[in-house]
C-alpha cells in the first residue's frame, strides 16, 4: 500500500511561487512514475505534470508549461512541482498521484491521463490572488 502526503499549498499573490511537495511511503519509490493534477473551482480535475520512473521524461500542461517543474528525489522519496509566474486561474486543489503498475509504460498519454494511476495523495490547496 502507497500513502502520499502533499505539502506547501498556500495563499500567494499572482507573479509568486511555490514548491509543491509529495512524500511517499510504501512500496518502492524509484519505480513509480508521478503525477500532478489539479481541481479548479467549478471544474473537473486536469493534469498538470508527470515525470517517468525513471525520472527521464516530463510531460506538461500547455498551460503550465515554461513555468511548472516537477521533479522527483528518490532518496526522499519526494515528488516536487515548483510553482513560478502564478497566476489567478492556477488557484485549485493539487493533488499527486502515483502510478506502481507493471509494465511501466510511456508516452504523453499514458502519463497524463488519470487512469494511468493507482494511488492518489489527499491534495493541497493553491490560491493566487490577483
Known amino acids: 500500500q502507497v500513502q502520499l502526503v502533499e505539502s506547501g499549498g498556500g495563499l500567494v499573490q499572482a507573479g509568486g511561487s511555490l514548491r509543491l511537495s509529495c512524500a511517499a511511503s510504501?512500496?518502492?519509490?524509484?519505480?513509480?512514475?508521478m503525477g500532478w493534477f489539479r481541481q479548479c473551482p467549478g471544474k473537473e480535475r486536469e493534469f498538470v505534470a508527470a515525470i517517468s520512473w525513471s525520472r527521464t521524461l516530463t510531460y506538461y500542461a500547455d498551460s503550465v508549461k515554461g513555468r511548472f517543474t516537477i521533479f522527483k528525489d528518490n532518496a526522499k522519496s519526494t515528488v516536487y512541482l515548483q510553482m513560478n509566474s502564478l497566476k489567478p486561474e492556477d488557484t485549485a486543489v493539487y493533488y499527486c498521484?502515483?502510478?506502481?503498475?507493471?509494465?511501466?509504460?510511456?508516452?504523453?498519454?499514458?502519463?497524463?491521463?488519470?487512469?494511468?494511476?493507482?494511488?492518489w495523495g489527499q491534495g493541497t490547496q493553491v490560491t493566487v490572488s490577483s
Open positions: 498521484a502515483a502510478d506502481t503498475q507493471t509494465p511501466r509504460l510511456i508516452g504523453r498519454d499514458y502519463y497524463t491521463s488519470q487512469l494511468t494511476y493507482d494511488y
Open positions: 510504501g512500496g518502492t519509490f524509484s519505480n513509480y512514475g
